[in-house]
């Protein structure tokens, strides 16, 4: 079966967090990003899947926080979180929404979009292939929008009771749409991406998910995300979100800002 999160179940996600923007050298994740604060990728670790519509089984989650930036801009803002899965037999599918804003003296200061699809099939246990597809607009970037393909393989190096382990390795496309007179950019990529997940007891979950897209000829545009989370049942279906996440983007270099953002997110998510 495909793991539980992103191609393995149905979740449905809205989150919000506390972040802070900083300068350093890149880390990275999937969910990706928490994962999918993920290293951002749909990942189906990140939900449970224990009720069945037909032969798929699926599962949610929703996630709200508040969020509190300061580095390469300050300010507050919101932002949410959707996650849909479900998975059959060998094949798992999942979609990630995200949605950030922020507002500074009545005026929006911050607006980002980030939409996600990615399916596995597991040819063999243990083995698998993946194709991704995500799109974003970002306005801090620049980017009115930007699309990335990428396909590949997959293999889950560690699944016990408490401790699953996967690394992916693929190729693909990236194109981008600027805000202001900059260039389209088209240019090919490498991904690389890790996903691990520590059930450390029956209501606390540890992740850590990693996601690096190697820009190939173009502009040599590198993109990366890390993201660390901790989650803890409150009661019932309720639980408390914390996540440490870094996102890396070598461009913003070129624009004399720094390369790396950092977010700390705190937020309650609830999951059917």
């Known amino acids: 079966m495909l793991r539980t999160s992103l191609g393995s179940l149905a ?8 972040a802070q923007a900083g300068s350093d050298v890149f880390g990275s994740a999937g969910h990706y990003d928490d994962v999918w604060d993920t290293v951002e990728r749909p990942n189906e670790d990140d939900v449970d899947m224990e009720d069945k519509i037909g032969d798929w089984n699926y599962g949610g989650r929703m996630e709200l926080g508040y969020q509190s930036r300061s580095g390469n801009t300050d300010r507050t803002s919101m932002n949410t979180r959707i996650l849909v899965g479900a998975e059959r037999d060998r094949w798992g599918h999942a979609v990630e929404l995200r949605a950030q804003g922020a ?9 980002r979009y980030f939409l996600a699809f990615k399916s596995e099939y597991e040819i063999r246990t243990a083995n698998y292939l993946f194709g991704a597809a995500n799109l974003e607009k970002d306005r801090i970037k620049n ?22 382990l996967d690394a992916e390795l693929g190729a693909g496309a ?18 690389f991406a ?16 990693t996601r690096l897209d190697v820009g ?44 790396t953002d950092k977010i700390t997110s705190i937020g309650l998510s609830y999951s059917f």
């Not at 979740?11 to 506390?18: L, R």
């Not at 990236?174 to 991904?191: G, K, V, Y």
Request: charged fraction near 30%; include cysteine; proline fraction near 1%.
């Open 103 to 111: 507002t500074q003296d009545g005026e929006t200061d911050e607006e």
């Open 11 to 18: 979740v449905f996600v809205v989150s919000c967090g506390a």
């Open 143 to 164: 980017i009115d929008l930007e699309t990335t393909e990428a396909v590949g393989y997959g293999r889950r190096l560690i699944k016990t009771d408490r401790h699953r």
């Open 174 to 191: 990236r194109q981008t749409r600027f805000r202001d007179e900059t260039p389209r950019s088209n240019e090919a990529i490498a991904r």
């Open 216 to 259: 190939v000829g173009g502009n040599d545009r590198d993109v990366g995300e890390s993201i660390t989370s901790l989650s803890g049942t409150l009661v019932g279906n309720l639980s408390m979100n914390v996540s440490y996440a870094v996102r890396y983007d070598s461009a913003r270099n070129d624009e004399g800002q720094t390369t």
């Open 194 to 209: 890790t996903d691990y997940t520590w059930d450390i007891s029956d209501t606390a979950q540890l992740s850590h998910d």
